[in-house]
């Protein structure tokens, strides 16, 4: 068992459990929703959903929100700060934490010079981390979270490789005028390669139910 795992096993059940039903998870915390807007922004032009949350009986979020108080952001980021610092202890990982607020979100940074596996494979560790750090400060503020909690610089990196990811397949599409599916992807990675399509004046759409939910990309027009 690695030290992640290990971690997780330690984390209290409610909490665990928690983590292990992500759809209950996401629905509280509003991961789905992040796919194609921030707080306070609109999707991007052309990205639409197929199989989206008004055909499958869950509640759809409003894509536009009132801007989030700073104070707010950051007594979240004190909150997810202290729980993850906790994991940390009971897996005996060392690691420094930043906070910040960028938008209206809080921002948790964990860095340190072994946390790879606090990432897992393609993110997993680090999403079911970020779900259990909304539902501990959910919890303490009786708010829906939308923090993002980062580890080792994984999401800056994954989201220059998936901007690269949809530029190159917009090119592709725009070059044979034919229809490309992408490999299957999380919300937040599906978010990033819709942005970077609209950029090209391409429409993107995501298809399938999770976890094998993935975008396509159409031709203009």
Known sequence: MSQAEDMLSDVPGDDRGAMVSTESAETAAGTEADEFAEPGETAPPGATEL?????????????????????????????????????????????????????????????GATLDELVGKRGEVLEAL??????????????????????????????AELTEVGRDAADEVQRTGTPKELAAMTPFER????????????????EGEEP??????YPAG
Do not use: F
């Open 51 to 111: 199989n989206g949350s008004d055909q499958n009986g869950e509640p759809d979020e409003p894509a536009d929100e009132s801007p989030a108080d700073v104070a707010d952001l950051e007594q979240e980021g004190e909150i997810a700060a202290d729980y993850v610092e906790g994991l940390l202890d009971i897996a005996d990982l060392d690691g420094d934490i930043d906070m910040d607020v960028e938008g209206n979100r809080a921002v948790v940074s964990v860095v």
């Open 130 to 159: 970020q779900e259990l750090t909304r539902l501990a400060v959910h919890r303490q503020t009786g708010e829906r979270a939308r923090l993002m909690l980062d580890v080792g610089g994984y999401r800056v990196r994954r989201r």
């Open 191 to 206: 978010k990033i390669v819709h942005g970077a399509v609209a950029d090209v004046g391409l429409r993107s759409e995501s």
């Open 212 to 217: 094998n939910r993935r975008v396509v990309v």
